[in-house]
């Protein structure tokens, strides 16, 4: 499998989990604070390089990859997603500019369940959600106690990692992952245009 049906696998993945958290998040009504980047506004978020070929493809076929690579590097790995966009002063109000293209990870807080210490499945959410809608978050929480359905994330990273475990393991700061997945569709499309080129001059 070469990186293009990598990513388009990932992006499967993808269109069949925002499915499930749709259905979740209708069920339930539990979702983020409109207008929150509290996680988002974190560069300490890791993720896999795997997640973020989407819009590593999709920013190299707007020709916006070169822009992308100028970007990361002004800001450094240390800052937060580029794709976040804060709204004022207060960098924890903002959105997600590339909302389509997000990682898993983003997919995932707020609309997906783990396993504890315990085997017992519990939301992935933050202190926000269970202080500003603590009754939904309580009322959920219990549901999902007594079996209700709710994404899993184990199982979403285990299809990531039927995609390719390499790069699925190692998890980086989510900018870092950005630019590793940035490169990586450079190389493989430098290589893939130049053969195409060579294959046109040969008789």
Known sequence: MNLREKSLEVR?????????????????QLSCISGCGACCANPD?????LEFLPLAFDLYEKGKAEKAMQLLDDVGNDANCIIYKSQNEDVKKG???DYANRGMICRLFGSAARRNKEGK????TCKIIKEQKSDLY???????????SVPSS????SQLYNIDF?????????????RK???SVMNYMFYVENDNIESNDNF
Do not use: R, W
Request: glycine share 4%; aromatic share 8%; net charge negative.
């Open 181 to 183: 997945a940035l490169e």
């Open 138 to 148: 309580q009322k959920t929480a219990l549901e999902i106690k007594d079996g209700a």
């Open 154 to 157: 184990g199982d979403a990273y």
């Open 166 to 178: 390499q790069m699925t393991q190692e998890q980086f700061p989510i900018n870092q992952a950005v």
């Open 121 to 124: 499945k519990e939301l992935i």
């Open 95 to 97: 959105y997600c500019s």
């Open 45 to 49: 978020v890791h993720a896999s390089v």
């Open 12 to 28: 499967k993945v993808f269109t069949d989990l925002d499915i499930e958290i749709k259905a979740f998040m209708d069920g339930s």
